[in-house]
Each structure stands twice: as structure tokens, then as C-alpha cells.
DNA sequence: ATAATTTATTTGTGATCACAAATAAATATT
DNA sequence: AATATTTATTTGTGATCACAAATAAATTAT
């Protein structure tokens, strides 16, 4: 019998996807920025039919909007939605960061820690897109050990949501200072201090939009 | 000034998708039925192209799997999936039923005893999907009161991903009994106590499938 | 100038096609 | 008979087109 593995290359759209679905989680979009489908097409030099399926699902998953139209933009957020998002967050992320914490083994704890640096400098630098991208992996590594991605994927369907928002907002404020909670975060990891690690998760992400709101 | 107001049909794929959404969340597919493009095609009597959109659609939303070759499927869910997915539910549906809780109205309360009715209907007919259907609807038409939307959509989406199983699993163990927490989730909405409106609905969920994966 | 109307352009939708890859069916080989 | 190989069929992907609806631009009328 001859097995032969494929490596199945990822598709076209797959590929264009991807790379709009980041700029759109870390805020590369402002709201209100409209799609189209020729004009995605030939930026990547593609055919409508790929672009369509891109926008249509990012569509699916609440990155976009589309108009009663049939067009395409990036969501604009009031308040009341972005705090119900806020919620979700706060209530989703502290329950995968609870599974996660027991894998929490010190290389992870590390990389974090890490990664937090990189938010300092990112801090320093007023560039909002590397903190944004850095703040989110601080979070993502740590929930990837939690082994529950339908959570993670809820999760980062919120993140996707108010991407293009929180950007505007970390701009009109400027990005002030290096989450403060991020330390007490990694104490409670080394800690496996749960009702902590719940807690800190909790006003991390609550406090972020906070102080972004008014 | 000449306003007019088109009321814009729906698109054909929108007729399509809201089909067989409902026919997955219902559990009509059982797990690990594939979808092809030209077969859902020519039973709708369209092209390719809106068969795939819509495929595409409930791809994104968990609704079916993509293979590694690109075909489509209901998703199969292991045990520890299936557990993850209603650990969100026993999170997410008492907060959404909590913020209901202040808005829900005599009317409200009337009409899902009503539908309470039809899920004891559905018992003694032993019709699984009718009994499906006005469980959700039971859960929803409290929900919708909750006025948050994101949050409404991450309830349904886990619905829509566990649909099929769930299915299955009524048809193996048959639908033995009306859901017995459903009387005192009424009696917290009547009594707006929120505490034990938490707990009723956490309870009614999660015991929900314990009951079924042993 | 401002608002209404007309014209031009842009846009999403759905259909059809060619193509390659994957699956199923049939045949041959051990 | 069971396994390997070949052939036939089915399938998703991407490209291109026609079309109608929506938007933008230009024009006209008030």
C-alpha cells in the first residue's frame, strides 16, 4: 500500500483571508471602512470569486457588516454594543483562563512575560497596532493551553468585532501605559492562585475599555 | 424630495441559508451528513454560486466542518467538545437570561408557558425535532428580552454546533421527560429572583445533556 | 446657489465554464 | 479472495460574464 501525504496548500482565499482577518482584529481598519469585491480582488490580484467568499465569511463571523444593500464595511460600534462585547469578554475570558491555568507551566509563564515587554516598548513607541497585536497575544498564549477551542474561538470572534473600534479609541486617547494588570496576571499564574488569575483577567479587560469609554 | 423605501427581497442564498440553519439547529441533518455544492444546488434549483455562499456561511459559523479536501460535513463532536460547547451554554444563557430578567413581562411569561406546553406535547408524541425546536424557543423568546445581541448570537451559535448531536442523542435515548426546570425557571421570572433564575436555567442546561452522554 | 432630475459609473448576485484534485468504481495482480 | 492498480466519476476552486440595483457625478430647473 502506497501512502502518500499531501500538504494540501492552503487556498487562495485562505491566504487573503488571513491576512485581512488580522488587520481587522488589530485595528488596521477603521469603522466604517468599506470592502468591495473588485477592489479586494485586484489588490491581491485575484478574481471576484475568492474576495467574495473572504468578505462573506469574515461577514459570518461579525468582522464585517453588510449594508441592506449587500455592501461590505467594518462594524461602527455605539456604546451599548461595545459593552455588551465588553462583557462577553469579561465574562469568556476569565472561565478559559481558569482552564488554562492548571497547563500553565513556567515556559509559557516566561513567554508571557516576554510578550509584556514587548507592550511596554510598544508603549514607548505609540505605535497602537504592535500593542494592540502584542496585548492580544498575551492573552491568546496563555488561553491556548486552556484546550478549549470552541472557546478560544468565541473569544477571538470578539476580538475581531471591536478590532477596528478600540483602535480608533486607543488613537483618540493615545496609548497611555502598559496594562497594569498584566503583572499581577503572571503572579497569580506562578501563584495558581485561580480566584486571582479570575479576578485580574477580569479587570484587564474590563478596565481597558473603561478607560477608553469617556 | 421622492423617498422611496424598497423593502430589497431577500437574496436568494439568504432563503437557502436560513433553511438549513434551522434544519441543523433542529438536528433534521444528523452528524457527519455532507453537503455538496451541486447537490444542494439543484434541490434549491440555483447555481453553484449561492449553494456555496451558503455552505460557506455555516462553515464559518460552526455550523459544518470544512475537510482537509474541502468538503463539507456536520460536524461530529467528541464527548469533550460536546462538553466545552455546553459549559458555554451553562455560562453564557443564565447571564443573557439575567439581563431578561428586569424586562420579562407578564405576556412574556404567559407565552413560554404556552411554548412549555408544546415541549410537553412533543414528549408524549415523541417527535424530537418539534420538541428541539420549542426547547429553543422556550430559551430564546426569553433572551430576545435581554436586548443584547452579541451575546443572543454567541447562544445561538453554539445551538447551530451542537444541533445534529444533540439529535442523535434524544433519538438513542429517547425523550423521556419535559424539562422539569423549566416550572421554576417561570417561578424566578415570576418572582424576579435572579439568583434562582441563574441557577434554574444553569441547571436546566447542563443537565440537560448529562442526562443524554451517559 | 440649492434642490431635483438625469446620466454615468460602480457594485453585488447569480450563472456557466474549465480544471485539477479527490473519491468511487472497476479491473487487474498477486 | 484480498490487495493493488487503473479508470471513471464526482467534487470544490477560481475565472469570466451578464444583469439589475445602488451609488456617484453631472446636469437641469427652480
Redesign the pocket.
Known sequence: ??IDL?I?EP????KIYRELRQKIMLGDLSPGH????????QLY?????????V??RLAAEGALI???????MTPILGNDRLEELNALRGLLEPEIAARALPRAHLALIDRMQLINSRIAQAVIQKEPISYVQANLEFHRSLYLRAQAPAMLALVENIWLQIGPTMRVLYEKIGVLETPKHHVSILAALKSSDEQKLRLMIQTDVTNGLRMLIR
Open positions: 500500500m502506497v499531501k494540501s487556498s487562495l482565499q485562505d468599506s470592502l468591495t469585491l473588485r477592489g479586494l480582488a490580484d485575484v478574481s471576484m470569486t475568492p474576495a467574495r467568499e468578505l462573506r453588510v449594508t441592506n444593500t449587500g455592501r461590505f
